[in-house]
């Protein structure tokens, strides 16, 4: 499969609201479902974000965000947001647009550490971030509410090789 990777444009709207209206992507954010198409868009507007883009064969397939902190003692620090179309798991586009997200943050944005959550229980993930040099931190027990249950949250963090 040929993907594209980009910056997110407006014109991508209606296919990231298409990946956050499957419970399946939603359940494992911090997002609640059925999200509405204005909500979805609003995710992406926050002035310190970076948020790249998959697509194919004219359509986006995922996304990967950059959140940059706007704290004087954090700048050297970003947070990781991934959301893949469930009909494209499995398909190498969650880890091409992870490398390249860590290639701007390396490369171009100077950050030296990268972080994330993750529910613990989605273990695909889990074993995505930890593939391109991602690192359990610690647990946050109990953390969130999804599917009826409290379920707890990984802190996982990669730190810039070279430093």
């Known amino acids: 499969m040929e993907i594209k990777v980009r910056h997110m444009e407006e014109r991508d709207n209606e296919d990231l609201f298409e990946i956050y209206s499957f419970p399946a992507v939603t359940e494992n954010t911090s997002q609640l479902p059925f999200l509405s198409s204005n909500k979805v868009a609003s ?14 064969e004219g359509k986006v397939l995922g996304h990967v965000t950059l959140f940059l902190s706007d704290k004087v003692r954090d700048k050297h620090c970003g947070l990781i947001a991934l959301a893949v179309h469930p009909k494209a798991h499995r398909k190498g586009i969650g880890r091409t647009l992870l490398l390249e997200a860590i290639n701007q943050a390396d490369n171009w944005v100077n950050l030296v550490r990268l972080e994330l959550e993750v529910q613990a229980d989605n273990l695909p993930a889990i074993a995505l971030y930890e593939s391109v040099g991602f690192q359990l931190e610690g647990v946050k027990r109990m953390s969130t509410f999804k599917a009826g249950r409290y379920t707890d949250l990984h802190l996982m963090a990669r730190l810039r090789p070279d430093l």
Do not use: D, Q
């Open 43 to 56: 995710l992406f507007l926050y002035p310190n974000c970076y948020t790249l883009v998959a697509e194919h």
